[in-house]
């Protein structure tokens, strides 16, 4: 491909993913050539066939920028609009008022926040949460926490404490799981045993009994409540029978309850943690799912782990960042629920109820739908039908997105299904996108 070419599709990659907006200036000739390597007649040419295809504009004297109508193809706009795929909460739904006001009234008292760091993170925001872990039948002691980048950190540090000094670590993990906990067994080398949970929230226990009475299971990774992408809690009995192993083996268990407070009716299942008496529950939550997604503030309560899990956290990220937890402590201090927090459960209670309903009658009973408790997912599965990755593109070019089901699995399960982002759902004012997701889902 010549250089001219190169840079043309370099500038349309850049604009319709958005790196590069309507109005946006963009390099000068001058510094277009200095960047790629190019020569001037180079860096024209390359320009005026970005303006020949509408993509950008010239302005005398001042260069070119990007064109009112080419920021980006209709396709991409639409899906702009429709972001099923986004495994964000939709921000449109947080007042974030109350705690902006929060993090200013701590910062102008403690400015010298900046310069301060805790390793374990804020002891006042500890003390808060070992509070309100008491009505969740934890009873936690504050000095047993950590504070940490979101709960992602929370899993990896959780993750590598249990399995750093085996040869050929495995987890059994609940599937459908959540990406970002497979993503960090995968970059770990940590095998898997994937433990499917039915739509019913029963587990079929067989395989992880024979794996830990063999000694190829080394723990157990859950998302018990609110399951990602399923929005679903285990049954009862899955809860139990999947407890009595861990204690019998005396295994870890790492449990992720990321979506305790988005409960669509209070109160929410008590977690494994309030069952704990031997530490052997690393417990990791976070507020990044119902307060504040930007502040990235999270926690681990990892039992008998903890020396681990400080020496982990101190030579890695070192410590979470002050202001940003003490705006949150400022916001708990009353002892409260968060300020809009029952009214964002209730609009996502009341998206997920229309968004099912709105799938439930354009679909045949072979497609089967999660009934989410809490979260904002909708889970779709099917025994056949479309591959759903290949399905995707086709999707984007109707103006939709959603999470192929692959990505929930670690052994390539999940071809057929789809995840859904509830929190963006207005199902009256998105007929075409169902009716479109609805045909293609039983295309034969």
Known sequence: MSKYATLVDFFVAAIE???????????????????????????????????????????????????????????????????????????????????AQAFVRVQRRYPELLARHELLGLDALRRQLARRSHAEGMALD????????????????????????????????????????????????????????????????????QGLAEGRVHGIAVMANFQHPTGQCLSDAARDALWQLAERHDVPLIEDDAYRQLAFAAPAPAPFKARD????????????????????????????????????????????????????????????????????????ADRAAALRQALAERLPPTVRLSTPQGGYFLWLEQDAGPDSQTLLAEAQAHGLHFAPGALFHPDGAGRHDLRLNLSYAEPDRQLAALDWLAAALTRR
């Open 17 to 99: 993913h958005g790196s590069y907006r309507a109005g946006d200036a963009l390099p000068s000739l001058r510094r277009l050539c200095e960047t790629h390597g190019v020569g001037m007649n180079t860096a024209k040419r390359a320009y005026y066939e970005l303006e020949r295809q509408g993509y950008v504009e010239a302005l005398p004297r001042a260069g070119f920028r990007v064109a009112p109508g080419g920021a980006a193809p209709a396709s991409a706009n639409l899906a702009a609009l429709l972001p099923w795929g986004s495994p964000f909460i939709n921000p449109a739904l947080f007042d974030g008022r109350a705690l």
């Open 277 to 348: 008496t031997a530490g052997r529950v690393l417990y990791c939550a976070t507020f990044s799912k119902s307060l504040a997604p930007g502040y990235r503030v999270g926690w681990i309560a990892p039992g008998r782990y903890l020396d681990a899990v400080c020496r982990l956290k101190v030579s890695t990220t070192l410590a979470s960042p002050l202001p940003n937890q003490m705006a949150i402590a400022e916001l708990l201090a009353d002892g409260g629920d968060p300020p809009g927090l029952r009214r964002l459960c209730q609009q996502l």
């Open 142 to 209: 504050w000095d047993q926490l950590v504070i940490t980048c979101g709960g992602m950190e929370a899993l990896a540090l959780a993750v590598q404490v249990v399995t750093h000094a085996l040869a050929a670590p495995c987890l059994a993990v609940t599937t459908p799981a959540f990406p970002g906990l497979l993503g960090v067994l995968a970059q770990h080398g940590i095998a898997t045993l994937a433990l499917p949970v039915g739509l019913d929230g029963a587990l079929d226990l067989a395989p992880l009994a």
